[in-house]
């Protein structure tokens, strides 16, 4: 079945540096969608792409899909420690009625 | 207004027992999600419903049941509680049932069978 991998699993960073994680899936995905969980929290939707090649930015997170729409990543800039939680990626199964989900990438960032 | 409520927000559980975990939205939206969340594990689809009165499985349905007799609610039930289905479980829903709708979580439930 379909699967959606993220990297790194775990991120520590200084506050200020940069940070990137990474999604993968095994199929072409029609769209892609971005959450975080803060500690303790429940998922928020954060943003959703759709088409080849796109580049969506909400303040210091920028969202890319790949061309070939099978991965996708999100770079935060200058990190801060309001940044700390765990992003998710997640894309429609094959049969398109349901969300694969990835397994989260956790963010530390150290003040 | 308050989105989604969940209910309990924990539960200690003897294994074997069965339990309803409850969910309402009031945001009347078509589709609703419970999913299950272990560490290292992301979220897994448990079971879902497009609109109500119809239900189906996800990845992970396996002791578990649910039902959708009106649009606000979605209870899933544990019939026979076993440690392995110790969880946090988080109930979400969305506009619609296609995937290109952001999904909206409620707080969660953490759940211990012992």
């Known amino acids: 079945g379909q699967q959606v991998m993220q990297i790194p699993q775990y991120q520590h960073v200084q506050e200020g540096e940069d940070f990137t994680t990474y999604c993968n899936s095994s199929t072409t995905l029609s769209n892609i969608q971005w959450y975080k969980q803060r500690p303790g929290g429940h998922p928020v939707f954060l943003i959703q792409?759709?088409?080849?090649?796109e580049v969506k930015k909400q303040k210091r997170l920028t969202f890319q899909f790949g061309e070939a729409k099978k991965n996708s990543s999100l770079h935060i800039t200058a990190t801060q420690t309001t940044d700390v939680g765990t992003y998710f990626c997640?894309?429609?199964?094959?049969?398109?009625?349901?969300?694969?989900f990835g397994g989260g990438t956790r963010l530390m960032v150290k003040p | 207004t308050a989105g989604i409520t969940q209910a309990p927000t924990s539960q200690i559980l003897a294994a074997g027992r069965s339990m309803t975990l409850r969910c309402t939205q009031d945001m009347r939206h078509n589709a609703m999600y419970w999913y299950r969340q272990d560490l290292g594990l992301g979220l897994r689809l448990i079971h879902y419903s497009n609109t109500a009165g119809t239900t189906g499985k996800g990845e992970v349905p396996d002791g578990y049941s649910v039902s959708r007799a009106n649009t606000d609610d979605f209870p899933l039930t544990l019939a026979s509680a076993v440690p392995s289905q110790t969880s946090v479980y988080f109930c979400?829903?969305?506009?619609?049932?296609?995937?290109?709708?952001?999904?909206?979580f409620g707080p969660g439930t953490r759940l211990t069978v012992l």
């Open positions: 997640a894309g429609p199964n094959n049969a398109g009625n349901m969300l694969t």
């Open positions: 979400a829903s969305s506009d619609s049932g296609v995937p290109y709708y952001e999904q909206f």
């Open positions: 792409l759709v088409k080849s090649g």
